[in-house]
């Protein structure tokens, strides 16, 4: 039986084992691609839009770079939208309806921006040409900078008057009880 049929048994044994490399081979194939098969594309486009621009800058004319931005939609408790300016200051964003939008821009120092403006039906702001943005430049901090000293060195002042005045009643109380 052995000599009979050699060529039989080479193929008996050599056949199981020839059906182990495809598998694996397309189980390999598969897990490779198998993402690109299933993953969601994105796509997308630029549109001009019509949106509602902050220019935030700090009083000296210098952009408010990369602030956090929150933009709160009227009647709405969670932010309708958040995220950082530009490195001009700038940040954009389209509102869904009209009425009271508050703005809050701040930075990692401490200074702090707010907004708020109106949003018509057409969603366009009720006052979009920078009115309220100061533009004075360094100038305007120097007159705030003398202004704050003035006030506080006026109450200084009234203070300093107001000891001296109880000062001179005093020794004028001791002068008339001393004949």
Same mark, same amino acid.
């Given at each position: 039986?052995n ?12 056949g199981p084992?020839?059906?182990?490399w495809?598998?694996p ?7 490779? #691609?198998?993402?690109?098969g299933?993953?969601h594309?994105?796509r997308?486009?630029?549109?001009g ?6 220019l935030?800058e ?9 602030a956090?931005?929150e933009i709160?939609a009227?009647g ?5 939208q958040s995220?950082?300016t530009d490195r001009?200051?700038?940040?954009c ?8 939008w508050r703005? #809050?821009v701040?930075?990692a ?16 702001p009720?006052?979009g040409?920078g ?7 360094p100038? #305007?901090?120097m007159l705030?900078i003398a202004?704050?000293l ?5 109450f200084?002042?009234i203070l300093?008057?107001?000891?001296s005045?109880?000062k001179?009643?005093?020794?004028r109380?001791?002068?008339? #009880?001393?004949?």
């Amino acid at each position: 039986m052995n000599g009979r049929h050699p060529e039989k048994r080479k193929r008996q044994r050599r056949g199981p084992h020839i059906l182990f490399w495809p598998g694996p081979a397309f189980a390999i194939l598969f897990l490779l #691609t198998a993402g690109q098969g299933w993953a969601h594309g994105v796509r997308g486009v630029l549109a001009g839009i019509q949106a509602v621009c902050i220019l935030s800058e700090y009083d000296d004319g210098e952009p408010m770079s990369y602030a956090r931005v929150e933009i709160m939609a009227p009647g709405s408790q969670l932010p309708f939208q958040s995220g950082r300016t530009d490195r001009n200051g700038r940040f954009c964003f389209r509102p869904d309806i009209s009425g009271d939008w508050r703005i #809050t821009v701040s930075d990692a120092m401490g200074h702090r921006l707010r907004l708020s403006n109106t949003i018509n039906d057409n969603m366009i702001p009720a006052a979009g040409d920078g009115t309220g943005l100061n533009r004075g430049g360094p100038w #305007t901090r120097m007159l705030r900078i003398a202004d704050g000293l003035a006030i506080i060195f006026g109450f200084a002042g009234i203070l300093a008057w107001l000891q001296s005045r109880k000062k001179i009643a005093r020794n004028r109380l001791d002068r008339s #009880t001393d004949w």
